[in-house]
């Protein structure tokens, strides 16, 4: 059973990641534009609020699609740790008293992601693939050069 659970690990963290980013991109793209069912309450340029929104948009789709993820994550757990902080804890101490839950659990969520990486079929692995191969062709290159 664990080696089965061990297997499907990439897996699973990949459909962990593509969900987070699929829901904090809604997020911003509520606040942004007033998609989904939000009311575009942000002015552009107003702090922390567009800032936070376009994080949010940005981050979102970097991580949902795995592309550049720990540092998109690092940037969406920092700005989540923010608001939960700045606008939410101020307000009561437990997120559940201070609505702060969403906050709560993207800063966790996206910190986690952080240190595990982004898992199966992320578009940085299909980057670092390309470069691991045209780098070992430029070692292939040299080494016939050096034979010769």
């Known amino acids: ?7 499907a690990q990439p897996y699973a963290l990949c459909l ?7 829901l904090f991109a809604c997020h911003g793209a509520s606040s ?13 340029g107003a702090w922390p609020g567009w800032y936070a929104a376009v994080i949010q948009l940005v981050g979102g789709i970097l991580v949902m699609l795995g ?3 720990r540092v998109a994550a690092l940037i969406a757990s920092g700005s989540m740790a923010y608001a939960y902080f700045k606008v939410h804890q101020p307000e009561a101490l437990l997120p559940i008293q ?8 993207f800063c966790w969520a996206f ?11 992320a578009l940085d692995q299909l980057f670092s693939r390309r470069g691991a191969e045209s780098g070992d062709a430029g070692t292939r290159e040299k080494t016939a050069a050096v034979t010769v």
């Open 98 to 105: 201070n609505e702060g839950e969403p906050a709560a659990v």
């Open 111 to 121: 910190f986690l992601l952080i240190f595990t990486g982004p898992g199966a079929l």
């Open 67 to 69: 592309l550049g993820t």
């Open 16 to 22: 962990f990641r593509i969900v987070i980013g699929l």
């Open 1 to 7: 059973m664990n080696t089965r659970l061990n297997q």
């Open 32 to 44: 942004l534009f007033g998609l989904f069912g939000g009311t575009h309450s942000v002015s552009v």
